[in-house]
């Protein structure tokens, strides 16, 4: 059974933990696009890839105590744009208090717990679907979100939002428009660093430098929701 020990692992381990202070060096939690948590494992997306990071659940690190989603409690993952878990790991966790206003979070796919697939089975599905579609674009790299608004959505988020519960936080465009780096903390957030021009590509329209938060953490209680 996946734990809190083995999405703090895939999230990026002690860098999520350390202080203030830490010298982060090239890592961030802002290059993370997309978190998928199953039974047997987490799987991690990365802003600027296809191919995402697998880390199998370790079974020395059994706890029940603590949610894996409580992972993300850490740090401000402010370009992060999906949650996939299964039901039982949002009992007794409030996901707004984790996202401070401007930040991607996007969506929430609350999958039953019965329902939910293997790990490698839901990470190889979404690659292969980037890949084959990056292919088809000519080549580069599927930034679609896992939204069922976008305007080419992705055959595996229609998929899993069928198998339970969707709930969309932002629109489409919002997401796109919307990202939280921290360039004083993180080296690799720097303006015009290889993160911050990737994601202000993606933009919809153009982002203005005095440009305050587009959207709050009250979306939460308010989302809408796709059964």
């Known amino acids: ?6 999405v703090l692992k895939a ?68 370009a992060l744009e999906v949650i996939i878990a299964p039901e039982s790991m949002f009992e007794g966790v409030d996901l707004s208090r ?27 599905a979404l690659r292969r679907e980037r890949e ?21 959505p992705l055959q595996f988020a229609v998929d899993l939002s069928q198998m339970g519960q969707y709930v969309q936080v932002k629109p489409y465009d919002m997401v796109m428009n919307s990202f939280q780096l921290s360039p004083q903390t993180y080296s690799a957030d720097m303006i015009g660093g290889t993160l911050e021009t990737f994601l202000s590509g993606l933009c919809t329209r153009p982002r203005m430098p005095e440009e305050g938060p587009v959207e709050t953490v009250d ?6 929701r796709r059964k």
């Open 11 to 78: 999230l990026g381990g002690h860098w999520v933990t350390d202080g203030e202070g830490t010298d982060y060096g090239s890592w961030t939690p802002n290059t993370v696009k997309s978190l998928i948590i199953s039974h047997d494992g987490v799987y991690v997306e990365k802003h600027g890839a296809n191919k995402g990071a697998l880390t199998p659940a370790n079974p020395k690190n059994a706890d029940s105590r603590r949610s894996p989603l409580r992972a993300l409690s850490y740090k401000q993952f402010g």
């Open 219 to 224: 979306a939460f209680p308010r989302a809408r």
């Open 1 to 6: 059974m996946v734990s809190f020990d083995d």
């Open 98 to 124: 984790f996202f401070t206003e401007g930040t991607r979070i996007g969506a929430i796919y609350r999958i039953p717990d019965e329902s939910m697939m293997g790990i490698e089975l839901l990470a190889g």
């Open 132 to 152: 084959a579609y990056a292919e088809a674009q000519g080549g580069g790299v599927d930034a679609r979100p896992l939204l069922l608004d976008a305007p080419v």
